[in-house]
Nanobody, 117 residues
Framework: QVQLVESGGGLVQAGGSLRLSCAAS????????IGWYRQAPGKQRELVAT???????NYAESVKGRFTLSRDNAKNTVYLQMNSLKSEDTAMYYC???????????WGQGTQVTVSS
């Protein structure tokens, strides 16, 4: 089992920045990939950015050049730096982990990001 605790959401004006954090605990040695998804009202949950064990990153096209995902292995924490935020970035952001040979998935409780125009 992997437990995830998110922080850092909030209200920001368009063009502003926020940083989300996700701290993992439990069987962190079995994590294959960790990152963020988001879900806006009335829309499906979508990938924002993930990083795999070797350190490779994957970003949604809509956030490339604006968001940066990084990790601190010593703290088992990933950070999503979000710059040049747009109103369309408004959503609930969920930390996500894929773990183990069975590729089990774990989700955080979500943190709200609201960008005002």
């Amino acid at each position: 089992q992997v437990q995830l605790v998110e922080s850092g959401g909030g209200l920001v004006q368009a063009g502003g920045s926020l940083r989300l954090s996700c701290a993992a605990s439990g069987r962190t040695f079995s994590i294959n990939a960790i990152g963020w998804y988001r879900q806006a009202p009335g829309k499906q949950r979508e990938l924002v950015a993930t990083i795999n064990s070797p350190g490779g990153t994957n970003y949604a096209e809509s956030v490339k050049g604006r968001f940066t995902l990084s990790r601190d292995n010593a703290k088992n924490t990933v950070y999503l730096q979000m710059n040049s935020l747009k109103s369309e970035d408004t959503a609930m952001y969920y930390c996500y982990v894929e773990s183990g040979l069975r590729r089990s998935t774990y989700w955080g409780q979500g943190t709200q990001v609201t960008v005002s125009s």
